[in-house]
């Protein structure tokens, strides 16, 4: 059996939320991340706030953790490369079986949550939903005009009549020809 680090930011303990059904507890408060928390282009990173608006309620088979967690995050644009700031809301829905519960013995581990010692940790159901609602290209600005295929500079900060002569390969060859000349 998994236990929890009691100490871990995002492992919340529910001994005074009790077994009656019905029973709630709020929990609304600022940790750091313990991991980064995204995709490739975009992510939580570690130690950044993460606001938690958490209610905890006491269900038949186990305890049903609902509300929002929100962070900043930090990007790549997928067009043009450059790093930019973003923020991230997302609303979380987790159970977290009692153990010995029919819950816990008809579901698989990465089914649902367990409750370990009187504590729910909330990481991994945090994991799924960022990783769900980042987007996988993001964007900078959403009309980022991306870089230049030729060489690479970013356009959006490039000359306005910023260009390169492309020859035709189709010609490439008479034109080598007129640089010959003399």
Known sequence: MATHQSDAPLVLTI????????????VRRTVDAPVRIGLDLEAIEPGAPLTLDLQLQSVSEGVLVTGTAAAPTSA???????????????????????PQSTTEATTEDDEIGRI?????DLEQALIDEVGLALPLSPLCRPDCPGLCAQCGVALATADPDHHHEVIDPRWAKLAGLLEDRP
């Open 116 to 120: 370990v010692d009187d504590t729910v």
């Open 15 to 26: 001994a005074r939320l009790g077994r009656r059904p019905g029973t709630m507890m709020a």
């Open 76 to 98: 790549q644009c997928a067009r043009c490369l450059t790093e930019f700031a973003d923020h991230i809301e997302v609303r979380l829905t987790a159970l977290y079986a009692y």
